[in-house]
């Protein structure tokens, strides 16, 4: 079954940088865009950043210039480099991928299980 596997989040004092990672495992899947969304206690979910496959990306105002998406098409993987913290980033940050599952040749969009960022001030 194919699913995403998150890893990275974690405590960080405002200011400082912290790295997530996103994998596709469980089968072969051809990613056409690759997204991090983030939720914070009481608020909806928001897009954060994404990559299409052509290597386009996109951001959200509040993290420009200090996030950076990046993609390893090869390996089916997403990170999001986080420098310059906020308080107000933490949040449960989720990876989101839309694209084929090659064995099915079925359209899908996966999400991963989430990680915790907290930024303390």
């Known amino acids: 079954q194919v699913q995403l596997v998150e890893s990275g989040g974690g405590l960080v004092q405002a200011g400082e940088s912290l790295g997530l990672s996103c994998i596709v495992s469980?089968?072969?899947?051809?990613?056409?865009?690759m997204r991090w969304y983030r939720q914070a206690p009481g608020k909806q979910r928001e897009l954060v950043a994404g990559i299409a496959r052509g290597g386009r990306t996109n951001y959200i105002d509040s993290v420009k210039g200090r996030f950076t998406i990046s993609g390893d098409s090869a390996r089916n993987t997403v990170y999001l480099q986080m420098n310059s913290l906020r308080p107000e980033d933490t949040a449960v940050y989720y990876c989101?991928?839309?694209?084929?599952?090659?064995?099915?040749?079925?359209?899908?969009?996966?999400w991963g299980q989430g990680t915790l960022v907290t930024v303390s001030s």
């Open positions: 989101n991928a839309e694209g084929i599952d090659v064995s099915a040749y079925k359209y899908l969009e996966l």
């Open positions: 469980g089968g072969a899947f051809s990613a056409h865009a």
